[in-house]
């Protein structure tokens, strides 16, 4: 970087000469005396011929001295030697007041060390190969480590340069510290020596005693704080900070005489390596998320590598050979050349192994450029020593398929594992998850952020599964998870998700289906077939669906049928472990067919009716306030559906429910504006003339009574 131009207080005349013999200054110039104003004005139209040097001036003008080395200078004569730095040679150290500094690329005015022997950068010189190296150095100051060129050094470089130089300084004081140990004062304790002695007689346990502790917390409390302000910094810089400081650490020496186990701060065998896992796993991720430069990039793999690590910290070594994006194997595997993430090369089997940090940078940046369809490659083919954590990763599969529009590869990398020695991801994934990915296969469409669960608005991705498929991917991944199989949310969200249209609103909103009751001989011809069909569905046998039940025209009540049938057998069995079942049943929505024929279902088996019924009066006991807002939302018509269906059971004990929640309705009048309405529709329905049995008919009488008087 040259010096700035500067203003010219003395004016002289440069003329550019094409002759390089050696009487030319810097091979370059040819100066001219410069000519008085007056001359100049009077001789303005006059030739001047340099007849040696064959040139012809037409024309002068006083001439700006530009900024210049002060090996170049035109007003003082230069001697050059290679590397003298006891004191100024000849006239060296006299300047103009345009001389430059060659080493501190400033004013040679205002150089500290312009004469100061054994300095003497008045000297410097471009010919001199020391002098090149002082320039470098003070121009690069601690980057000169990383050998980069002069032109690679920015101002990003230059901050993580001055900023490793403050820590290096810093940590100088601090280790100094911990050398010098810490003496712990004599105590008289019991002896275990042979003979045993009186408390403090012992010479032994005395010298033991008077042993100096090295706790080295308080150099790994200043390394955590300059890897915590590296974090902050930008990558370039943040990357020579790390550096920096592994280089640092690993020149640090135990100077205990014996192992001191003293803890994971304290004791430097242990806290260096805790130091250089934090460093080389933020570095492994640098390496693939930043763009560096290739040849930086180079560059700071090989200073890592030209770090001498001592014998506890012998795991590290290969720490930063990350395959770059580039690499042969990474490419054919991300383009879908190579499934398996192997090749054979001079005999020798080549996988794609990579660390968990690694692999996790890899799919943030792929997932970053939303290509899902490498991401799955990748994570298909690459390997890692770390199995849960790639697991982890590889649990996400499903939710790429769905970005790139494949719900039945997502419904497949759900139910069956990536190899053989794992179980498959519909084991981990939660009752929330279960619904989102219901809902992607229902329409087609999938958050646009990259996590399933992201508030964010959704996007079409593909064509929805058909209803035959959904509901038999959708049992599946409730019979392969006992946890889901239990919960009553899952169940919920099948029905919900059933009853719904395949058009999804941005806001993730569906819309709800209001269907009619199919005919009974319909019904008894799904509920025939259901039976077998969920046992197949249980043992993982390949069934598909009969074509006699999923009619283009009822497939939507077809669905809902083979889910009540699910549920009953899900109530059957696991009952016990049910915490709920009031939102089951207000799932269903306004198809209040498909709930009945579940509750008609229910009172042919007395433990499990009797059970039920306990859930949901428990359920509408507990969230008395949560129904009535819900009811408000719904409407009279909905609250005399619901009630109605309870009310008209012939089993007692379900008439129990909708008495139960009539009676929340009427101690709540004030807070239910729509309870009068909820009157006419029971009028209208001729529910008061219908033989509901004593204990109804009384408090449905009382309920119409109410307003009558009004």
Not at 71 to 85: K, L, N, S, V
Not at 119 to 143: E, I, P, T, Y
Not at 288 to 301: G, R
Not at 302 to 313: K, N
Request: hydrophobic share 40%.
């Amino acid at each position: 970087m040259g010096p700035p131009e500067r203003e010219e207080k003395e004016q002289s005349i440069i003329l550019i000469s094409d002759d390089e013999s050696e009487g030319t200054l810097g091979n370059s110039v040819l100066v001219v005396d410069p000519l008085d104003k007056t001359t100049l004005e009077e001789e303005k139209a006059e030739e001047v011929v340099d007849e040696e040097c064959e040139l012809v001036v037409t024309f002068c003008k006083q001439a700006k001295v530009m900024p210049h080395a002060r090996y170049d200078c035109t007003t003082h004569p230069f001697e050059r030697r290679e590397c003298d730095t006891c004191s100024p040679l000849g006239t060296n150290a006299e300047i103009c007041n345009q001389c430059y500094c060659y080493i501190c690329d400033k004013l040679a005015s205002e150089c500290q060390n312009w004469t100061t022997p054994s300095l003497c950068h008045c000297n410097a010189h471009n010919k001199s190969k020391f002098w090149k190296d002082q320039r470098d150095f003070a121009l690069a100051g601690v980057l000169v480590i990383f050998n980069f060129e002069l032109t690679d050094i920015d101002s990003e470089l230059r901050r993580g340069g001055s900023l490793l130089i403050e820590f290096i300084q810093e940590l100088s004081v601090e280790y100094n510290k911990y050398l010098l140990g810490e003496r712990i004062p004599p105590t008289l304790h019991q002896c275990f020596c042979l003979p045993k002695l009186p408390p403090g007689e012992c010479n032994i346990c005395r010298s033991r005693n008077l042993e100096v502790v090295y706790k080295y917390s308080g150099v790994f409390a200043l390394v955590s704080r300059f890897l915590n302000q590296a974090e902050t910094e930008r990558p370039k810089a943040a990357a020579v900070m790390f550096l920096g400081a592994a280089k640092e650490i690993a020149l640090h020496k135990d100077p205990a005489l014996s192992w001191q186990n003293l803890g994971h701060t304290d004791s430097l065998k242990i806290a260096v390596p805790c130091l250089l896992q934090r460093i080389t796993t933020h570095l492994q991720r640098m390496l693939v998320l930043c763009d560096f430069p290739k040849s930086l990039y180079d560059k700071f793999v090989s200073f890592f590598q030209s770090i001498s690590l001592p014998c506890h910290c012998f795991g590290f070594s290969n720490s930063l050979n990350v395959v770059p994006w580039d690499h042969g194997l990474l490419t054919t595997v991300l383009k879908g050349q190579n499934i398996t993430g192997q090749r054979t090369q001079k005999g020798r089997k080549i996988f794609l192994w990579e660390t968990l940090p690694v692999i996790e940078a890899r799919v943030e940046k792929l997932e970053d450029n939303m290509n899902y369809k490498e991401v799955v490659r990748y994570l298909r083919a690459v390997k890692c020593n770390d199995t849960k954590g790639l697991r982890n990763l590889r649990d996400k599969i499903p939710f790429y398929l769905c970005k790139t529009g494949d719900f039945m590869d997502a419904t497949h990398s759900l139910l069956f594992p990536t190899n053989s020695l794992a179980c498959c991801t519909a084991c981990r994934i939660t009752p929330l998850q279960f619904e989102v990915y219901l809902k992607m296969f229902r329409t087609g469409s999938v958050p646009s952020g990259k996590s399933m669960l992201d508030p964010g608005p959704w996007i079409p991705a593909g064509s929805p599964l058909k209803d035959s498929i959904l509901i038999k991917q959708a049992l599946r991944l409730l019979y392969s998870n006992i946890s889901l199989y239990r919960n009553p949310k899952c169940w919920s969200s099948l029905i919900m998700i059933l009853g719904s249209s395949n058009f999804l609103e941005r806001s993730g909103h569906l819309h709800p289906l209001s269907l009619k009751e199919p005919p009974l001989d319909f019904q008894k011809g799904v509920l025939a077939v259901s039976g077998g069909l969920l046992e197949d569905l249980k043992a993982k046998v390949n069934v598909s669906l009969p074509s006699s039940i999923f009619t283009p025209h009822l497939h939507h009540e077809a669905c809902l049928i083979l889910a009540v049938q699910a549920i009953h057998q899900m109530l059957f069995c696991d009952l016990p472990y049910l915490n709920s079942f009031l939102e089951i049943a207000l799932a269903f929505g306004n198809n209040f067919w498909a709930l009945r024929l579940l509750l008609e279902h229910l009172s042919y088996e007395e433990h499990v009716l009797q059970g039920t019924v306990n859930l949901i009066l428990r359920d509408l006991d507990r969230q008395k306030a949560t129904m009535l807002k819900l009811w408000q939302n719904l409407g009279p018509q909905y609250v005399g559906e619901f009630l109605c269906l309870f009310l008209t059971c012939r089993h007692k004990r379900m008439q129990s429910i909708g008495l139960f929640a009539l009676n929340i309705i009427t101690e709540n009048l004030h807070v239910c504006p729509w309870a009068k309405h909820l009157c006419n529709f029971f009028h209208n329905a001729g529910l008061r003339h219908l033989p509901l049995g004593p204990a109804a008919h009384t408090e449905v009488s009382k309920f119409i009574n109410i307003f009558e008087k009004l």
